[in-house]
């Protein structure tokens, strides 16, 4: 069964560092997404991504935060710059349609623990 | 309350018990999805229920939908201790974007 892969499973990194967490959405999919859920809180939602550009982002992703799709199967979230509140797991998702139509189906996560 | 509030926040039953969750909400939706976490893994979907559904079943599953009261329930039958996990519902309306509550930890015990 297809499956959302992310890579790496946990990355420590210091405030201030720049950090690439990396997604391989399921292959026919044409909608992904990003969200995170800090430790003890609720999955949020972060940005989502379609023919290329932002369709919609939260209040969480800030000038801080980017996404990329720089290749036919890569889907990247890059921090500039870390802060200690960045600390979260990070989730990716891809769907195949939008607006109701599609489950989403989520990656197993990225641990980030920013020292 | 926030959209997509879980009720209880943590529920323990016995293997072979009926676990029953609550979710409301606010807003208007286009579904109502319940995915489930094991401690510190991703989640995993269970079922997706969309506005215009009242009741789906899948396996030991069952879902219902009240738009009216913009509430939803997860009813897991005979429990196993495998069922012990963190459930969540999500809401999905306008553009496509999930929001989670905080979910309800089921513990079931052997």
């Known amino acids: 069964e297809p499956e959302v892969t992310q890579t790496p499973s946990h990355q420590v990194t210091q405030m201030g560092q720049e950090v690439i967490l990396r997604c391989v959405p399921i292959s026919n999919h044409l909608y992904f997404y990003w969200y995170r859920q800090i430790l003890g809180q609720k999955v949020e939602f972060l940005v989502s991504f379609y023919n290329n550009e932002i369709s919609e982002k939260s209040e969480i992703f800030d000038d801080q935060f980017s996404v990329e799709r720089p290749d036919g199967s890569n889907f990247t979230l890059k921090i500039r710059s870390t802060k200690l509140e960045d600390s979260a797991m990070y989730f990716c998702a891809s769907s195949g349609w939008a607006g109701g139509q599609e489950t989403q189906y989520f990656g197993p996560g990225t641990r980030l623990l920013v020292l | 309350s926030q959209q997509g509030e879980e009720d209880p926040q943590a529920l323990s039953i016995q293997e072979g018990e009926n676990a029953t969750m609550n979710c409301s909400y606010k807003t208007s939706i286009n579904n109502l999805q319940w995915y489930r976490q094991n401690s510190g893994r991703g989640l995993v979907h269970l079922i997706l229920?969309?506005?215009?559904?009242r009741e789906k079943h899948s396996g030991r599953l069952r879902v219902t939908l009240d738009t009216s009261k913009k509430s939803s329930s997860l009813l897991i039958t005979a429990s196993r201790a495998a069922d012990t996990a963190s459930y969540f519902c999500a809401t999905e309306s306008g553009y496509s974007t999930l929001t989670f509550g905080k979910g309800t930890m089921l513990l079931v015990s052997p």
């Open positions: 229920i969309r506005s215009n559904e």
